[in-house]
């Protein structure tokens, strides 16, 4: 088998596999698909390019859409799903793309003049709204699958400038509760343990940011051992974390112990290079957050030597003479290091997506620009299937109890 051939089959087992373990999505589409309610829309997604995101492609594809994907972030790009993608979808992405390749993708998947938008980080949203063109003329509205992408695009609500409806689906119940909180702590340490085959028991981890990210990398990392420390800017996360049985001090403080620092804030600097001067000597440093401006990476570059030790990993000497080693190179860790949220996580997240892409369809044209909360019914919907496939059931309010209760 030739290279490509060979790297194609990967990409297509990778596929298979994610598909095995996300029964949600394989139920909603053997559902839908008869009724083919996407017919005629074209899609466009900008979301990290890997098995479980192929998957949620496909099943857009199976109900009718027309699409076209590339990702979210230059490292976060398997190119062996991507290869086996193009067969089916157009498909605009490389692992190590430059930034000027990464914005060429990006217009890519808009050239097909989308009727939806899937976006994660808000990179694509930026582009229709930054720069003159016909791209946005059948724009329908956009679903945001991250925090960071509703930081922005409510900002520009705020200003008046937003310019169709985003559904922010990073906000449903059944996402936060489960991605951003079990799927990053899980696969943040998956990622860390991959790329530096070093111990977390009995190790000092700083946690900066105890949003519903920070939260799970805390948990995992305490349920594997370590004595863990929550750095915040909010003090009621904050006394959360405490009541948690975590720690809390400022990162200049706790980083002088940590063998660890992780970093999940949406923030930018979090950990500056003042911070890196009282840094303990061989202190490890991943991000999860959106962007790779949470540690100051561009500072080390700038000051520190630095050089690569192993796959993810660079060593920077810092004038102190201690040395740090980055993962990543400071984007997120779980996607460039390792496979991103577990399969049946990316399920929940991703029926929550597929049904606010079908509200949306069926909705958006008389919807003002805005950002408007997943319909209620859709949560409730995604953990009733779930609980179903679980093989679980649940009880439901007697007249009586709703009766008294008021509803
Ligand atoms: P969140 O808003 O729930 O939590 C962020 C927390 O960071 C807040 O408690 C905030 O007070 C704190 N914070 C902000 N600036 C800080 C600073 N300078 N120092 C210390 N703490 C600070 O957000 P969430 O959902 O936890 O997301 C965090 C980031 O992770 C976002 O960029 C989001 O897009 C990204 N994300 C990454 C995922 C991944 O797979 N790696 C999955 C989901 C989200």
Known sequence: MSVDGDKIRRGQEKIAWVRAHMPLLASLEAELRPQRPLAGRR??????????????????????????????????TKDDVAAALCNEVAT???????????????????????????????????????????WGTDLIGACEETTTGLVRLRQLAREGRLRFPVVAVNDARMKYL???????????????????????????????????CGRGIAQRAHGLGANVVVAEVDPVRAAEAVME????????????????????????????????????????????????????????????????????????????????????????????AGDGHPAEIMDLSFAVQLLSLLWLAREGKGLAPGVYP???????????????????????LSAGQREYLGL
Not at 47 to 76: C, D, F, M, Q, Y
Not at 180 to 205: C, E, F, P, Y
Not at 302 to 308: H, L, M, N, T, Y
Not at 377 to 389: I, K, Q, S, Y
């Open 43 to 76: 899609i466009a997604l900008c979301i990290h390019l890997e098995a479980k995101t192929a998957r949620l492609a496909l099943a857009l594809k199976a109900l009718g859409a027309e699409i076209a994907v590339a990702s979210s972030n230059p490292l976060s």
């Open 92 to 134: 605009h992405a490389r692992c190590g793309a430059s930034a000027a390749e990464y914005a060429a993708f990006l217009g890519e998947v808009l050239a097909i003049r989308p009727h939806l938008v899937l976006d994660d980080g808000g990179d694509l949203c930026a582009l229709l709204h930054g720069r003159a063109g016909d």
């Open 178 to 212: 489960f991605d951003n909180r079990h799927g990053t702590g899980q696969s943040v340490w998956d990622a860390i343990m991959r790329a530096t085959n070093l111990l977390v028991a009995g190790k000092r981890v700083l946690v900066v940011g105890y949003g519903w």
């Open 245 to 336: 049985g975590f720690m809390v001090a400022p990162v200049r403080e706790a980083i002088a112990d940590a063998d660890f620092v992780v970093t999940a804030t949406g923030c930018r600097d979090v950990v500056a290079w003042e911070d890196l001067m009282h840094a303990k000597d061989e202190a490890i440093l991943a991000n999860a957050g959106h962007f790779d401006v949470e540690i100051d990476v561009r500072s080390l570059r700038a000051r520190a030597d630095g050089r690569r030790v192993r796959d993810q990993v660079e060593e920077f000497t810092l004038p102190t003479g201690r040395r740090v080693y980055l993962l990543a190179e400071g984007r997120l860790v779980n996607l460039v």
């Open 374 to 396: 997943v319909p209620p019914e859709v949560d409730g919907a995604v953990a009733r299937r779930f609980l179903a496939n679980r093989g679980m059931r649940i009880d439901s």
